[in-house]
């Protein structure tokens, strides 16, 4: 299933306002090099939705739009290349 | 636009998992004050413009929308927020966010602004004891 280049994502929680809202539907492109700017798909414990704020070396930093709201690198660090999943590129709601 | 919602997507969690701290029952209430006024502009458009669909239409939309973040934002008080030694001290707790949370659905089945009002009181019960616990 992750095979496949893209994929579907439904956002919950505010951390990404207001770029996304709770219940938006998010195209996310699997094959991707990651740059700073990119809305990504993370797995930390979790998928998480954030943006990357700075990519040195293998460490990525994410933030989300909305930090009073949301638990990111700040809070857990920087994660790695295989940690991301895809990257967004459009909103179908 | 909808119809995107029902299509099977993961879901992506832009959650703050951790204590940011930052908690207010002014969310909640910020969110049923639209759903109040919505439903005022809602009757006195029906009898300005019975024929307004477009508006009461868009009318009703919205306001499920704002009373949908109702309940969203009175679950993170009660779940994340309130703590067991905040329940000792106000034993009604639970009982006011049922009440509450079962407003908020009220107010999303009805256009009647007494059922705004209503959420909009249970809310304020609730910004008094969140504001007792924030002196304590």
């Given at each position: 299933m992750k095979l496949w280049p893209v994929g579907l994502?439904?956002?919950?929680?505010?951390?990404?306002?207001?770029?996304?809202?709770?219940g938006d539907v998010l195209v996310g492109l699997r094959w991707f090099r990651a740059r700073t700017g990119q809305v990504?798909?993370?797995?930390?414990?979790?998928p998480l939705i954030k943006r990357i704020k700075s990519v040195s070396g293998r460490n990525i930093w994410l933030v989300g739009d909305n930090p009073a709201a949301s638990t990111d690198?700040?809070?857990?660090?920087?994660?790695v290349r295989h940690q991301l999943e895809a990257k967004i590129i459009?909103?179908?709601? | 636009m909808k119809l995107a919602r029902l299509l099977p997507a993961t879901t992506v969690y832009a959650h703050c998992d951790l204590p940011c701290g930052v908690y207010d029952p002014a969310q909640a209430r910020i969110e049923a004050q639209s759903v109040l006024k919505i439903m005022e502009k809602y009757q006195e458009n029906l009898k300005a413009h019975p024929d307004d669909i477009v508006f009461q239409t868009r009318s009703i939309v919205i306001k499920e929308e704002r009373g949908e973040l109702v309940k969203h934002h009175l679950w993170v008080l009660w779940t994340d927020y309130f703590k067991p030694e905040h329940l000792e001290k106000h034993p009604n707790l639970h009982d006011l966010f049922w009440r509450a949370t079962k407003a908020a659905g009220q107010a999303k089945h009805s256009m009647d602004p007494a059922d705004g009002q209503k959420l909009l009181d249970l809310i304020d019960e609730i910004a008094e004891i969140f504001a007792a616990t924030k002196k304590a």
């Open positions: 994502y439904r956002v919950a929680g505010e951390s990404m306002r207001p770029t996304y809202a709770p990504v798909v993370a797995h930390h414990e979790r690198s700040r809070q857990f660090g920087p994660v459009g909103k179908l709601s | -």
